[in-house]
T-cell receptor
Framework: ETGVTQTPRHLVMGMTNKKSLKCEQHLGHNAMYWYKQSAKKPLELMFVYNFKEQTENNSVPSRFSPECPNSSHLFLHLHTLQPEDSALYLC?????????????FGQGTRLTVV | AQKVTQAQTEISVVEKEDVTLDCVYETRDTTYYLFWYKQPPSGELVFLIRRNSFDEQNEISGRYSWNFQKSTSSFNFTITASQVVDSAVYFCALSRVNYGQNFVFGPGTRLSVLP
């Protein structure tokens, strides 16, 4: 069983819908991440939270809104998405600064925008 | 700026062959970490190894081995006697330390091991 759990695993939504992706980690980590993986593109870092504070926002459109209520949970709120937002969204966690360790990933949410 | 390059987009080998996946990185930091991850068809990235920039010792774990050469900014990954289960996309990654641990991933190499 993975230490990072993402729900749902698959999501189909219309462009006018609002939905949320959820990520939960049971590893006691302090940093959590959202990545986007599109076909034929490298993994794109979207957001980073260290100790519940957002430390990175990689020029992500405002239709993606992250929320980190505590160090174990991370959400990605979605609204008025575009078809090009269809991708695999991966959540990860790591020990965070200053130690620096490997990140552990969830299985991802496969999002399709229709 | 940090960057990871994996020049091999796709590699196909026949089972039991050895295969090396290349990784070249760029960073101005003196302290950093390097990683390899495996992404099977299920989608989850599986951590394989972490290497600290101060530790240039090569590492072997079963059929896997890693060659870290700071002089050429390379961190190559070799699978010996490949198996069909090794078929996956492999990612090399770089992270900063003490400046916000953001992981920068290479584009990945898709490895197909044919029976």
């Amino acid at each position: 069983e993975t230490g990072v759990t993402q729900t749902p695993r698959h999501l189909v939504m219309g462009m006018t819908n609002k939905k949320s992706l959820k990520c939960e980690q049971h590893l006691g980590h302090n940093a959590m991440y959202w990545y986007k993986q599109s076909a034929k593109k490298p993994l794109e870092l979207m957001f980073v939270y260290n100790f519940k504070e957002q430390t990175e926002n990689n020029s992500v459109p405002s239709r993606f809104s992250p929320e980190c209520p505590n160090s174990s949970h991370l959400f990605l709120h979605l609204h008025t998405l575009q078809p090009e937002d269809s991708a695999l969204y991966l959540c990860a966690s790591s020990q965070g600064d200053p130690q620096g360790t490997e990140a552990f990933f969830g299985q991802g949410t496969r999002l399709t925008v229709v | 700026a940090q960057k990871v390059t994996q020049a091999q987009t796709e590699i196909s080998v026949v089972e039991k062959e050895d295969v090396t996946l290349d990784c070249v990185y760029e960073t101005r930091d003196t302290t950093y970490y390097l990683f390899w991850y495996k992404q099977p068809p299920s989608g989850e990235l599986v951590f394989l190894i972490r290497r600290n920039s101060f530790d240039e010792q090569n590492e072997i774990s079963g059929r896997y081995s890693w060659n870290f050469q700071k002089s050429t900014s390379s961190f190559n990954f070799t699978i010996t006697a490949s198996q069909v289960v090794d078929s996956a996309v492999y990612f090399c990654a770089l992270s900063r330390v003490n400046y916000g641990q953001n992981f920068v991933f290479g584009p990945g190499t898709r490895l197909s091991v044919l029976p």
